[in-house]
């Protein structure tokens, strides 16, 4: 058996990046090989900061020691539930890593608060912004109007964002490079404030919209009406009927639909139905269906039989993914 010395040095980068952050520091005392390793930019691609209770002071360490130029997705989060007179996010640091960081194109925040964060500040390389229950001001995407302000924004996640209304879901349109969309448990987003905004936002070609407040009906009319490029299609089943679902028949770009549960709606169109309307679908090649408890069951082999040209899935709810990046 060969020995950790023995290993090539590209092996042994490919082991350390399953590590976390501190433990790659502390790696690098062992020995001066393994310092030289940890050193290289290669590890410092995808960093997650979430792991562990980081101060900034310890960001702004990592930033200019590790992550520079090579840094192309971070994960870190803020101290949202941690008092008052917790650190938080400032606008220097996230002004830093766009000066610091011209490759990064992921950034994803948890539990920060952004209230006194401008828009602004953040990198104007990034590609994909996730908010995962994080804290803004009214104003915070209505400051986005600048159309030099993230330019390159391709792909916007609100997780549990509870301030998240209308007026920022209008506000995406500023983002001409925006091509995908995912909103989850936004609860104060409307069946008029989602009709609205999909009209402005006919460009979108993947829409995710998850334990919202808005019924399964409501929102695919919105999408049948104004979306009619839109290439993936994922929400959640409450309020969903046989009528709603027909809405989708002759999308004409339509390629993934992912249907997730918990399974609420007595409405819910069953599997002859859904065979119906996706045979209508003239370019669907993936139906999904998650969270419904029909794993094993007949309605499997129904689906699977009456959509010979489709990749059916039916499955329990979906895991976090480790690899968070991809």
Request: proline share 6%; with cysteine.
């Amino acid at each position: 058996m060969a020995a950790l010395a023995d290993l090539p040095d590209s092996v042994l980068l490919e082991i350390f990046s399953y590590l976390p952050v501190r433990d790659r520091i502390r790696i690098s005392r062992v020995c001066h090989r393994w310092k030289r390793l940890v050193d290289d930019r290669w590890l410092w691609r995808h960093v997650d900061l979430t792991l562990y209770t980081i101060r900034p002071k310890v960001v702004w360490h990592l930033l200019r020691r590790y992550m520079a130029s090579r840094l192309q997705s971070l994960r870190m989060s803020g101290y949202l539930f941690s008092g008052s007179q917790a650190p938080q996010l400032s606008p220097a640091l996230l002004k830093a890593l766009g000066h610091k960081c011209p490759s990064l194109q992921r950034l994803c925040l948890h539990v920060a608060d952004l209230s006194m964060v401008p828009i602004t500040s953040l990198p104007p390389t990034l590609r994909t912004l996730e908010l995962h229950s994080c804290e803004i001001s009214v104003a915070w995407l209505l400051r986005g109007q600048d159309p030099s302000v993230l330019p390159l924004l391709e792909c916007v996640v609100l997780d549990r964002v509870p301030a998240f209304r209308d007026e920022h879901l209008r506000s995406l349109t500023c983002f001409q490079a925006l091509r995908s969309l995912v909103l989850g448990g936004t609860y104060r987003v409307t069946e008029m404030g989602l009709d609205a905004s999909l009209q402005e936002l006919s460009y979108l070609q993947r829409l995710e919209l998850l334990g919202c407040s808005l019924s399964a009906d409501s929102a695919l009319l919105a999408i049948s009406r104004h979306l009619r490029g839109v290439r993936r299609i994922r929400l959640t089943v409450g309020g969903l009927s046989a009528t709603g679902l027909a809405r989708l028949e002759g999308m004409p770009a339509l390629e993934s639909l992912c249907l997730q549960g918990p399974l609420t709606s007595p409405e819910m169109p069953t599997p002859a139905e859904i065979v119906s309307s996706c045979l209508a679908i003239p370019k669907l090649r993936v139906l999904e269906l998650q969270g419904l408890g029909w794993e094993g069951q007949e309605a499997v082999r129904t689906l699977r039989a009456g959509l010979p040209h489709c990749q059916v899935l039916v499955r329990a709810s979906p895991k976090a993914s480790v690899d968070w990046w991809v």
